[in-house]
């Protein structure tokens, strides 16, 4: 059940909310099975849908399109449609919807579209917004972070040829997926230079996440461990 109202008082941690309409108490109790029910109060700042983040959702609507075969307007709502059932938010127009709801919406869409191996075209990769996760998404789907071409993942500092790769703690290591191309010109150029004129940066990765990619089991973990407690290192 969704209430709306205006917040009214904030003291600590406790708000005061007037709602717009009297609520149905028996219903409440029936939804709560009589017990203290549990709340969420999303506030909206009363700013709308900035022109980026316009831009931004309808560039990857389009690539869902392309991929699908439904027109953009299809596919603007069968995705609104999973936005809305995921977060239990009323329908919305991208043309005067809450920056919130358009932030929402277009993470929704990234993350629905990177869990679906949707190709992203190269021209909308800079649609992605920059606190979006994306270099891990990129990592899990193994999608170049700068092209979104298939990619190898690449460790910071470069691993030299003849290492054996099965016996490197990746733990030690960052990490960035880059394609053929853009891994040949990063050693042609430099990480240095790499990173500064494609502003991105190589993350560090924990243990879940290094097992998840398989760039080291849990066995080999251990040993690592053990190898360093008996002063053993690489």
């Not at 150029?189 to 500064?196: L, P, Q, T, V």
Request: proline content about 4%; charged content about 30%; glycine content about 4%.
């Amino acid at each position: 059940m969704r209430l709306n109202g205006k917040l009214t008082n904030i003291e600590a941690n406790k708000i005061t909310v007037q709602l717009d309409d009297k609520p149905d108490v028996l219903r409440l109790r029936q939804l709560s099975n009589h017990r203290q029910p549990s709340v969420q109060v999303d506030i909206e700042d009363g700013r709308s849908i900035s022109p980026d983040q316009r831009r931004k959702a309808w560039a990857l609507i389009n690539d869902f399109a392309y991929y699908t075969g439904y027109s953009p307007f299809e596919m603007e709502e069968v995705l609104k449609a999973h936005y809305m059932a995921e977060t239990g938010t009323d329908y919305f127009s991208m043309a005067d919807t809450s920056m919130e709801t358009a932030a929402g919406f277009i993470t929704s869409i990234l993350d629905y579209g990177f869990d679906n191996e949707i190709p992203w075209r190269f021209k909308n990769m800079d649609a992605i917004p920059s606190d979006y996760p994306l270099m891990m998404q990129c990592l899990k789907h193994r999608i170049c972070v700068i092209c979104g071409k298939h990619a190898d993942i690449d460790h910071e500092p470069a691993i030299g040829r003849g290492y054996d790769r099965n016996r490197i703690d990746n733990r030690k290591f960052k990490f960035f997926p880059l394609c053929r191309a853009h891994h040949t010109l990063r050693h042609s150029k430099g990480i240095k230079w790499f990173m500064e004129f494609y502003h991105i940066k190589p993350v560090r990765l924990d243990e879940d996440t290094i097992v998840s990619l398989r760039l080291n089991s849990r066995k080999q973990l251990r040993e690592f461990d053990e190898e360093a407690k008996h002063g053993k290192t690489d």
